[in-house]
């Protein structure tokens, strides 16, 4: 029955297959089915011609289905021709190199200036060609006691020897130059000069491209020809490789076979009644095991579903009784498209099935106990089942690792958070339309989806970095935005939010690091509840009090304490300021800090949660430190922003130029977009108390195309720059203090046995 169970699995493309790792007495991993290394042989051929004639696998079969019938006679003329013309094109290209390094060696003799003919071929002359130092090898050959006489003849570094040996001597050039600088030249067998002998070359050259522009016709004709057919055999022997290797998976005996695997709770029946149909009571299907969901979405168990007794009974429902349970919201989704669906794993026997299983010694996982039957870790697939405008951020994901069945999806959270914190970093209108313009073209310029994803991620930087460009009121690092927009077209004195470069607004680069912080409160908190709800599905909340509330506890506890006025005189004033009203209150929301009883109430709970790091995890508590450190990591988010927006300040002070001017709330910088004004004259009612910079555009022609250098590459260092420092800063906090809160990214894809087919029909 193996053949039939195996092409009806494959057929329905469900069964992700568990390998049989030996444990079970009695059997052994299956053999392959006869055929396999042929198959495997066939396929192996199969791809090599698609790589000599560089057929692309997406090239578009529009000629419908390709016909594979007598498959291994086609493929054996294919096989010849292809070869052929290649052998043919090798030895062209061999032939070329080998004409080219010739060509390059006869440089040295083309300069020297004398035939090839009289460089060689004496009967009582010895002869060198080579470069070096003529007068080391003279001095050398002055040495020699064995030469008679001697001449040399040198052009540029290029020197040839002629020696008579003394008598009764023979072979004495190449000895006597031993010690000498000199690198000897192999003069080729030709009675021609040397440009005459490089001309012959040439043609020669000429002759063998053509004749490899010929075979690349015949190659491409072949690529024309074949393509199709290359592609379907492909396929089809990656099929039949499939089918025929699929056994060394399996649990065998001499009587029967055992092949275990996951597929979605709902298509069980389709597989049991397909295999059913195809080879009746000779296999039973049992599903063994459901991975289950609670009623917040969790995987909240794992329960065997088989019967009770060997070959007795029908799968048990699900924990409500259902069959089926509640779709996990996680991100995780089960493994289809129904969205009430989960997954099982199942197992098939060949042979009789009662007596099989009597047979291999092997029980039942039952509720009081019994032999474990599972093949492997028991660990189900994974299919990550997220919306469209997110899934392409399952590349930075699957960067540390695929979920497991039990994890949290964070793509979610990484779609929200990091455009959010590299749009924040750089927040300016043309930068992020670069990075736009940038992910966008990679999006739609490549077929990989590597790129695509990655191009995605990119567009969504760039978007995010167009919005906070906006509510800067920035654009290349000029106000433009703030004086058109915000001013001119809205009515506002200023853009909503503000970098804090100038001395006026400097109150805001003080709130950034006060957010910044508060934001690291808020994703740690994130994390560590995620770690808290996964604790509790699997342990318990006792454990998850310890384990991950401890952690929660002291977090919160600790940035509580801080932010109170409890031991007020030690504590910066910006905590206490940012958020208060009147001056130096970027957000003016009243908050001057919370009271000291809530400090003590903050510090007792830090207190508490290192305490229950020493009931619980107690190595963990050398930690302890990250509730302050993983959250002041967060500041970076601050120090990089202020130090791009720094950098193009810069890059445009020395272009456009700078002037202050005295202003009721301090000095205000502005940059010298039209004439530079002069000091202490009037600047919309304001005077100019000093000049930053004069600027190269306001210096002549000279320094005005200057300047165009300077803006330009300086904005491309700042662009390249905010790539490589915000995104890497982002994703460092996204790897580094989120993940390693909650995530392992241990899980593995769901891969069915089957194969979706594009050139072949299963007919």
């Given amino acids: ?157 290029v020197i040839a020897v002629f020696a008579r040996p003394a008598a ?23 009675e021609e000069s040397p440009t005459a002998y490089l001309d012959d070359l040439d043609d020669r050259r000429a002759e063998l491209d053509r004749e490899t522009e010929s075979v690349e016709a015949e190659l491409d004709e072949l690529r024309e020809e074949h393509g199709d057919f290359l592609l379907a055999a492909e396929e089809q022997l990656t099929i039949e490789v ?90 995780l989704q089960p493994l289809d498209d129904d969205s009430e669906s989960d997954d099982s794993r199942l197992e ?37 089942k997220n919306p469209k405008g997110v899934r392409p951020f399952e590349l930075l994901t699957k960067a540390v690792g695929r979920p497991s069945y039990a994890e949290f999806d964070p793509t979610i959270i990484l779609f929200l958070t990091f455009p959010l914190m590299f749009g924040f970093m750089i927040g300016d209108v043309g930068y992020g339309l670069i990075y736009s313009g940038i992910g966008y073209w ?13 191009g995605a991620v990119a567009l969504a930087a760039g978007i995010s970095t167009v919005v906070f460009g906006v509510l800067y009121g920035e654009i290349f690092g000029l106000h433009l935005v703030s004086t058109y927009l915000w001013e001119g077209v809205v009515g506002l004195s200023h853009a909503p939010i503000e970098k804090g470069l100038s001395p006026a607004t400097s109150y805001w680069a003080r709130t950034w690091f006060v957010v910044t912080a508060l934001f690291g409160v808020l994703h740690l908190n994130l994390a560590w509840t995620f770690e808290f709800i996964e604790e509790y599905t699997f342990h318990g909340f006792a454990d998850a009090l310890k384990e991950t509330g401890s952690w ?20 910066p004033d910006l905590l206490f300021e940012v958020f208060a009203s009147g001056e130096g209150a970027a957000f003016e929301l009243g908050f001057t800090g919370f009271p000291s009883w809530v400090g003590i109430v903050g510090g007792v709970a830090f207190l508490v949660g290192a305490g229950l790091l020493v009931a619980g995890p107690t190595h963990e508590l050398v930690e302890i430190h990250q509730v302050l450190a993983h959250v002041l990591s967060y500041l970076r988010i601050a120090a990089v922003l202020l130090a791009k927006a720094g950098m193009a300040f810069a890059v445009n002070l020395l272009f456009f130029g700078v002037y202050a001017t005295e202003s009721e709330s301090g000095a205000e910088w502005h940059f010298a977009l039209g004439k530079m004004p002069e000091l202490n004259s009037m600047y919309h009612g304001h005077e100019v108390i000093e000049i930053l910079g004069p600027g190269l555009i306001h210096q002549g022609p000279l320094f005005v195309a200057l300047g165009v250098l300077v803006l330009i590459v300086g904005h491309l260092v700042v662009l390249l720059l905010g790539i490589t420092s915000a995104g890497i800063q982002s994703i460092r906090l996204e790897y580094f203090e989120f993940f390693t809160k909650f995530y392992e990214g241990s899980g593995t894809t769901y891969k069915p046995f089957g194969y979706a087919r594009r050139f072949t029909t299963d007919e």
Wanted: hydrophobic fraction near 35%.
């Fill in 348 to 384: 098939a026997d060949g042979g009789e099935p009662s007596e099989a299983r009597r047979s291999s010694s092997v029980e039942r996982s039952e509720s009081d106990g019994g032999t474990e039957t599972r093949m492997g870790n028991g660990e189900p697939p994974v299919v990550q």
């Fill in 552 to 571: 929660l506890l002291a977090l919160n506890g600790l940035w509580v304490f801080i932010f109170s006025r409890l031991f007020d005189g030690s504590k």
């Fill in 168 to 190: 009764g001597s023979s072979d004495v050039l190449e000895d006597a130059l031993v010690g000498a600088e000199f690198a000897a030249i192999e003069v080729p067998d030709a």
């Fill in 442 to 454: 990679m999006y739609t310029g490549f077929d990989s989806d590597t790129f695509q994803r990655f």
């Fill in 1 to 157: 029955m193996l053949d039939d169970v195996i092409e009806t699995t494959h057929d329905l493309n469900l069964l992700h297959v568990t390998d049989y790792d030996g444990a079970w007495e009695g059997f052994e991993p299956g053999d392959p089915i006869a055929g396999a290394d042929a198959a495997a042989e066939r396929l192996v051929t199969v791809r090599s011609l698609e790589s000599i004639l560089d057929i692309d696998g997406d090239r578009d079969n529009s000629g419908g289905r390709v016909d594979t019938d007598n498959l291994a006679d086609r493929l054996e003329r294919v096989r010849e021709a292809v070869n052929d013309c290649d052998d043919r094109r090798d030895d062209l290209r061999d032939e070329r190199r080998t004409l080219d390094e010739r060509a390059s060696a006869m440089a040295p003799l083309e300069t020297l200036g004398i035939d090839l003919d009289l460089l060689s071929g004496y009967d009582s002359l010895e002869t060198s060609v080579g470069q070096g130092d003529e007068q080391a090898v003279r001095a050398a050959l002055d040495a020699a006691e064995d030469i008679e006489r001697y001449e040399t003849f040198a052009e540029d570094g």
């Fill in 242 to 331: 499939e089918k025929r290797e699929i056994p060394l998976a399996f649990a065998t005996t001499n009587n029967a076979f055992v092949a275990e695997g996951w597929l979605p709770t709902e298509q069980f029946v389709d597989l049991a009644e397909s295999l059913q149909a195809s080879v009746g009571e000779h296999c039973e299907v049992e599903e063994l095991e459901r991975a289950a969901y609670d009623s917040s979405g969790q995987v909240a168990d794992r329960e065997p579903t088989g019967p009770t007794e060997p070959g007795v009974g029908e799968p048990e429902t699900a924990a409500d009784g259902s069959g089926n349970a509640d779709e996990q919201s996680s991100g």
